[in-house]
């Protein structure tokens, strides 16, 4: 049995410095952006429809990790990020304190083209505008 070893191999390497120099800022801006800052259709976990939610447009976003897939028949990026609004404290005027409201997972293909999307969301948080529609 070969006894193989990933940990110095050039591929760790060579995905470490695509993933240091892609632009993910850039990559969730211009999605933020298509979408106008709305998620249409989403389920939450507990099954419950939400027809459309709104997202502040002051709406921060933090890389949490990133990774490449590989499959028999493709390859994909997916990067994960937290969604991060400031939350103004009616007790302290002028102060705003960063509340994490949900996460995005955004996949691209190997040439970098969007495939799909993943959103979840604290849906008590108040700065969210929601039009729900029961079902």
Not at 94 to 119: A, C, D, M, T
Request: aromatic residues 10%; proline residues 2%; glycine residues 2%.
């Amino acid at each position: 049995m070969t006894n193989l070893e990933l940990k110095n191999h050039q591929v760790w390497q060579d995905l470490t410095e695509i993933l240091e120099t892609l632009d993910t800022d850039a990559l969730i801006k211009e999605h933020l952006e298509l979408c106008d800052y709305q998620v249409c259709g989403y389920w939450d976990e507990q099954d419950k429809y939400y027809e459309k939610i709104t997202l502040p447009r002051t709406l921060k976003t933090e890389l949490v990790s990133s990774s490449i897939g590989i499959t028999q028949k493709e390859r994909f990026i997916e990067l994960k990020f937290d969604l991060i609004a400031d939350v103004i404290d009616s007790t302290q005027p002028g102060s705003n304190q960063p509340e994490k409201i949900g996460k995005l997972v955004l996949i691209y293909n190997e040439n970098l083209e969007f495939i799909n999307e993943n959103w979840l969301f604290d849906i008590d948080f108040l700065m969210l505008n929601i039009q729900s529609t029961h079902l």
